[in-house]
């Protein structure tokens, strides 16, 4: 108790406060702009605590990792463009709401879901870090294969119209993310020789370039177009009925919001899946157990929660390997290691025992961030919620270049510039023809995992599929991906005769 | 042509010269040095490269600037370093395998023969480990139990210089021994922990574990004892005629002048004493082993032919 009195007051200190304060500044900026992502925020933002002292410099990163995560939300709601990949299904229901002209409406859900789902994955971390962590060891290369199909499945899920066209263009991610290096024997895959393929299509360009610079092009049409009633146009309304949240809207959101935290959870946990696989999940099982009355994908506020509950529970989650037994189960985590070391703390088993005094300040900062993280959201809601009526002619040029900075931010190379437009352009020409450029990123985010895992566990198993059996976890995914593909192929008739 | 084209020429042309002159009567290093780290921020590679750099300023009377271009296992920054004049102002920050193993292993644009090797800081403390578990004491054991088993062993592999390794060592064994390759050390940490594999290569994020008793440290690969695991014999102790001595290590482009390069070497030396490296090092249980200039220079090329034989 008096060392987590001691680690609470070094949290309370006013650098440590400052740092998180500053953390999360630079989080929602990253988070708000698309084309700015985290890893490039990270990268920035590792050598700027260089000089901090630990708490400061940890509170400082995980003040940037949670805010980007909240500030995501509000591109996608208001310009159809996620600030981050992992806000990308907040999209669905994000910008129909807006353009009904219940943007800010749709920004408080987001808000306060974002930061719901992450205190309670905070709080998760700190009571119930050590199960969770040895659950973690568990998942093993059988289980994580049988992980990566069930997530694959999601992809009918989320196709949209067309179910055929979202399974092609979520195999064509699947055929772009073998580009690189073998996992296996290192030979080098479709990289034509150019050694910035070696490490597959930069992930930022892909989902920079598919999702952010896409929309701008979408956008930029219908401008020169003077389709001008097409383009961004939702005035922010000045009704006072749609910007308020009812009590019955929070009622009715909470189960879901509630649900998607359990998700996020389970996502953060199980190492590699990330924010962008727990979102989309997220958001497909709450389409899928959707009562009556409830119009997902046509601006419903529970859409808005699923998605952003479980993109923000994610973070904290995915550190609980990290402060259990000091592994990093993602690469959030993998930063705040650097910063460990930096600081001469070496995370590791023993973490708790060495520096008790040093995680219990970090938890109680983790704390401290989500208020600050409310707190500023709450007070840029009402700046954010005019971008909605900055002209198009205003807002692409800008967006253009947060997109090519941030693709360049990745690696430092033109290459990587090149590379985002190239997949923009293709994801332009793919949503034309009614290929879901989602499905193509869940395709080419879990495509690698899949591949390692499948090759992983074939290796460990001998190549004898049938010693599933000895694995009741992986057993368990492969039921629920069955059971999962089974009802997302069919059930849309069946709903189709209920409400007929 | 008007007078004032034509002393706008002249201008010019006085000015050409000058620029061309100038470097040659200026004294090395005349503007900020820039270190392209080949890793990401954060890193080994990068925080040790950040801790020297002010030690590398003081000496040179210089600021060095560092950034990073990571991918590729550091290739990525060699490449881009190729290209680059060799006059000093641009170096690059890999590990030693970047340049004596991947250009074997892998089809790259570079080889050993287009840099000069300058520095090198800390030796990876590489290992093999396992559960305690599972009763082995040295990688004997190992070896003992692979014999016995006809599926063989499997092993978390974290790079292809391990797998060289490992399968140099199955094949004079006549045992199986099969690489799960993963994402990097945090994963085969992982999977070693979990149970999923036999036991697993690590080139450092074991060490926390194996200080807590959480694994068993089998085997080093280097060619000192593991810091704080002197009992644990090395491969060639075992009697496997292969070692791997990887270090962080700093280049430039071939043809470095003498002069330049001279101090380069000096102010390396000086940097690998300063106390913010020294403590790095000791964090990330690298030791205080240094190399620098000629010494360096052999040893990286001694280290690239034998990985080239065992590559055969």
Known sequence: ?500 | MSTLKKSLVAVGIAFTVLAVSAPARAEYPEKPVTITVGFGAGGGVDSITRAASEALAASLGQPIVVKNKPGAGGALAATALKAMPNDGYSLAATISTTISFDPHSSKLSYDIDDFEYVAAFGVFPEALVALPSKNWKTFADVVKYAKESPDGVTYASTTSLDKVVLANIAKSEGIVIKPVPTKGGAEAVAQTLGGHVDFAYSSGAYYSQAKAGNLHVLAGLGKQPIPGFEDTPTLEQLGYDISSVNMVLYLAPANLPKEVKAKLVDAFKAASKAPEVLKLLATRNMGSFVLTGDDIDKQIREQSAQYADALK
């Open chain 1, 1 to 500: 108790m008096e060392l987590f009195l001691q680690g609470a007051s070094d949290a309370f200190t006013f650098g440590a406060m400052i740092a998180v304060l500053g953390g999360i500044l630079l989080g929602y900026a990253v988070g708000v702009l698309p084309g700015l992502s985290r890893p490039a925020a990270l990268a920035i933002a590792v050598p700027i605590t260089y000089s901090m002292s630990p708490i400061a410099a940890i509170a400082f990163l995980v003040g940037v990792t949670k805010a980007s995560a909240a500030g995501g939300a509000t591109g996608a709601i208001l310009l159809n463009t996620p600030g981050e990949p992992s806000s990308a299904a907040t999209c669905f229901d994000g910008y129909p709401l807006s353009q009904k002209g219940e943007a800010t409406r749709a920004l408080k859900v987001a808000l306060y879901t974002s930061v719901f789902g992450d205190i309670v994955a905070t709080i998760i971390l700190i009571v119930l870090a050590a199960p969770l962590a040895s659950f973690a060891l568990k998942m093993g290369p059988v289980e994580m294969t049988c992980v990566m199909i069930f997530a694959l499945t999601f992809i009918s899920a989320l196709s949209g119209a067309s179910i055929s066209r979202g399974l092609i263009s979520g195999i064509f991610g699947i055929f772009l993310a073998t580009i690189g290096l073998d996992p296996e024997s290192a030979t080098p895959r479709l990289t034509f020789g150019m050694v910035e393929l070696f490490d597959g299509i930069p992930l930022m360009a892909a989902t920079v370039g598919m999702l952010a610079f896409t929309e701008m092009l979408n956008q930029a049409e219908a401008f020169v177009a003077k389709d001008r009633n097409k383009h961004i146009k939702s005035e922010p309304t000045t009704k006072e009925k749609e910007k308020r949240l009812f009590w019955k809207d929070i009622r009715r959101i909470l189960p879901t919001t509630i649900k998607s935290t359990g998700i996020g959870i389970s996502a953060g946990v199980i190492p590699g899946l990330g924010p962008t696989i727990g979102a989309f999940l997220s958001y497909a099982i709450a389409k899928q157990t959707a009562r009556e009355g409830d119009q997902f994908g046509k601006g419903d506020i529970k859409g808005v929660a699923a998605s952003e509950a479980a993109d923000n529970a994610v973070l904290p989650a995915s550190l609980i390997p990290l402060f259990a037994i000091g592994l990093p189960g993602s690469v959030s985590a993998a930063i705040l290691v650097a910063a460990f070391m930096l600081h001469g703390v070496v995370p590791g088993p023993l973490i708790f025992v060495e520096h008790p005094r040093l995680i219990y300040g970090i938890y109680v900062s983790m704390i401290i961030a989500s208020i600050f993280m409310l707190i500023v959201g709450r007070i840029g809601l009402n700046f954010f919620a005019k971008i909605a009526s900055v002209p198009a002619s205003i807002i692409i040029p800008f967006i253009v270049l947060f997109c090519t900075v941030g693709a360049y931010l990745e690696a430092d190379t033109a290459f990587s510039v090149f590379a985002m437009i190239a997949l923009g352009v293709v994801g332009f020409v793919m949503q034309r023809f009614g290929y879901s450029v989602i499905t193509f990123l869940i395709g080419f985010v879990v495509g690698p995992l899949f591949e390692l895992s499948l090759r992983q566990a074939l290796i460990v198993t001998n190549h004898d599929v049938t010693k599933i059996i000895d694995h009741p976890i992986a057993s368990f995914f492969l039921l629920a991906a069955l059971i999962s593909a089974v009802a997302f192929l069919k059930p849309k008739k069946l709903k189709w005769k209920k409400s007929v």
